[in-house]
């Protein structure tokens, strides 16, 4: 990888509109661009953002498997819609319906995600790595796509999603060395995006709130 900076996505969830305004700021010559999961459910057009990420992701994106996406993969391989369904999955498997796009190829994407991207300095995931002995395993609770526990300092900056901040802007733990950036685009808040060097230095946060096609109670 030859470029020098990364830009940060967090949890999509459905919202396309404030997605795609959001990759405006993004400079794909020169920042390595990495989703942090949960690009589906709750949002308006879950389809069309899983379209555009694996139009990013052919060209070089990076996209991390969030907690919604191993959802929809359990959904799909034991027909079991209860877990997935109550946390939005029902609005998403509706979406897939009416534009008769296939859920099952787009599933099939998602489970093939990585759950990590890292280097030296920097530790990037949905979740985080908690203190748990199995951060790594898609159904642990307490891993990697789940845990809104306390995160373990492993001596790299964390970047995580998941965990919504209240503030509507992104949070550094100090104790933990993680920066939090979900800012609740999957409430119909905001959705965020960070620019940081591979060191892990932030240079630009960059904050959109949701547009109103994008998201409805």
């Known amino acids: 990888m030859n470029k020098p900076n990364l830009f940060i996505v967090s949890d999509v969830h459905g919202c396309y509109h404030t997605f795609v305004e959001l990759l405006k700021s993004w400079k794909p010559e020169t920042e390595q661009l990495i989703q942090l999961g949960d690009l589906i459910d709750r949002g308006n057009h879950s389809p069309s953002v899983v379209k555009k990420a694996r139009e990013l992701h052919d060209e070089g994106g990076i996209f991390l498997k969030g907690n919604h996406e191993f959802m929809a993969c359990r959904f799909l391989k034991t027909s079991d819609m209860n877990v997935w369904f109550r946390n939005g999955g029902n609005k998403t498997y509706v979406q897939y319906k009416q534009l008769k796009r296939s859920l099952y190829q787009d599933v099939m994407w998602f489970n093939s995600l990585p759950l990590k991207w890292e280097n030296e300095h920097i530790h990037i995931s949905h979740a985080g790595i908690s203190f748990t002995p199995n951060p790594y395993e898609e159904g642990n609770f ?76």
Request: glycine share 10%; aromatic share 6%.
């Open 142 to 217: 307490d891993g990697v796509l789940w845990t809104k526990n306390k995160l373990k300092n492993i001596e790299k900056l964390q970047v995580v999603g998941h965990s919504v901040q209240k503030k509507g802007k992104p949070t550094h733990d100090k104790e933990s060395n993680t920066l939090f950036i979900d800012t609740g685009a999957g409430l119909g808040q905001k959705l965020c995006a960070v620019r940081m060097d591979f060191t892990g230095k932030v240079t630009e946060t960059i904050v959109l709130p949701i547009f109103e096609a994008d998201y409805s109670k």
